[in-house]
Structure formats: structure tokens, C-alpha cells
């Protein structure tokens, strides 16, 4: 499998519940992302990581909890979420992130997400 | 607050037409920037960027121009063509930062 996956496609969850994102790059990237798309809102960076380091956290509420164990899995784990933050969560990756910068990501397909 | 603006929710465009889509931005330390195309379902894929110290970027129907004194840029698409409609994302970036600055998109639709 190519390009970058993510699972699930969609997920619909309780705000009580706990649930992960997963995304998996086979690219040979080093670095990964996630977005979210909210409606009528620009796509909005959550994390980055480089080499599995954290290199920004973009003031993402602690309920949303990224893990990164390798170059080439990224977890986006989700507990006691609002009905605000049903959205698409994209994850991109990208050589590097400088290189990303000037070359572009690839992004997956990404989860589409409703807490009720 | 919001540096790259796409002021354009929508656009609809005749088949074989050119379209034009565009962006402003605000931050005059952006060093690049790349529109990316969305198709419902799935994730933005990158389509052309053009680096700052340029003006144009030509790639095949595509072409990006960008005017630095009015900070904007915008995408030419011609001959349009159905399989076109999409949503089109500007992004920009700097030198120093972490990630792309997207916009809201542009939705276009390209009428037979």
C-alpha cells in the first residue's frame, strides 16, 4: 500500500468516549501532521512531528492527544470531546518538515469525525 | 488571525474557459506558496507552488502568478475542464515556520 492511509473513515463517538485516529505514511517520510477541517474554516494545524520529536503543538486542547511512535504511524487519541470538534482530521507527511514547507505534503483522506 | 484569505467561496466555469482563482494573504515573510485541490472524499493533493523570488510558475494547463506588492496570488486554469471541479486550497509558508497556513478554499465547478 502506497501513500498515506487513514482509519477510521469515518467515526461517530460519544463525548464521553475514548477512540484513536490512526494514520500510516509509506512514503519514507520524517515528518508528520494533523489537521482539522472545520466547516466554512481554513484547514488548521494541530501537531507536527519530526523524526517522532513533537516540533509544535498549535494550542490543541488537551482532550485531543497525539502519539507518534515511529516515522511512519501517527495516533490521534480523543477523550471527552465537545460537539464542537466533530470535523475532517486530516494527517499529512512530508520529507522533512523544511522540506514540506516548499514542496507540499501528502495527505490522506482523512476521518471524519461527529461527537454528539 | 487569519493570513491567507480566499475570498471566493465559489466559482463556476465553462468547459474549455479559463478559470481563476484567488488568494491574499497578509504576512509579507511568507517564502512559498502552493495550491492544493480537493475532491470530496478525499485529501488535498498538492498541484503547483511558486517561491517567492518568482512571479509566474507555469505547469502544463496550470499557472500561478504572484504580485508580492499587493500580496496576492492566484491560479489560472486553462482549458477548463470538468474533471477540474474541485476545491482549491492556497497555502503559504516561511522560511522559519513549522507548517502551511491554509485558506478556506474555493469550491469550482466546471459546466459542460
Known amino acids: 500500500e502506497t501513500g498515506v492511509t487513514q482509519t477510521p473513515r469515518h467515526l461517530v463517538m460519544g463525548m464521553t468516549n475514548k477512540k484513536s485516529l490512526k494514520c500510516e505514511q509509506h512514503l519514507g517520510h520524517n515528518a508528520m501532521y494533523w489537521y482539522k477541517q472545520s466547516a466554512k474554516k481554513p484547514l488548521e494545524l494541530m501537531f507536527v512531528y519530526s523524526l517522532e520529536e513533537r516540533v509544535e503543538n498549535n494550542s490543541v486542547p488537551s482532550r485531543f492527544s497525539p502519539e507518534c511512535p515511529n516515522s511512519s504511524h501517527l495516533f490521534l487519541h480523543l477523550h471527552t470531546l465537545q460537539p464542537e470538534d466533530s470535523a475532517l482530521y486530516l494527517c499529512a507527511s512530508s520529507q522533512e518538515y523544511r522540506a514540506g514547507l516548499i514542496i507540499g505534503y501528502t495527505f490522506g483522506s482523512g476521518t471524519r469525525l461527529t461527537v454528539v | 488571525d487569519q493570513q491567507v484569505k480566499q475570498n471566493s467561496p465559489s466559482l463556476s466555469v465553462q468547459e474549455g474557459r479559463i478559470s481563476i482563482l484567488n488568494c491574499d494573504y497578509t504576512n509579507s515573510m511568507f517564502d512559498y506558496f502552493l495550491w492544493y485541490k480537493k475532491y470530496p472524499a478525499e485529501g488535498p493533493t498538492f498541484l503547483i507552488s511558486?517561491?517567492?523570488?518568482?512571479d509566474k510558475n507555469e505547469d502544463g494547463r496550470f499557472t500561478v502568478f504572484l504580485n508580492k506588492s499587493a500580496k496576492h496570488l492566484s491560479l489560472h486554469i486553462v482549458p477548463s475542464q470538468p474533471g477540474d471541479s474541485a476545491v482549491y486550497f492556497c497555502?503559504?509558508?516561511?522560511?522559519?515556520?513549522?507548517?502551511?497556513?491554509f485558506g478556506k478554499g474555493t469550491s469550482l465547478l466546471v459546466t459542460p
Open positions: 511558486i517561491s517567492s523570488i518568482k
Open positions: 497555502a503559504a509558508s516561511t522560511n522559519s515556520g513549522y507548517a502551511l497556513n
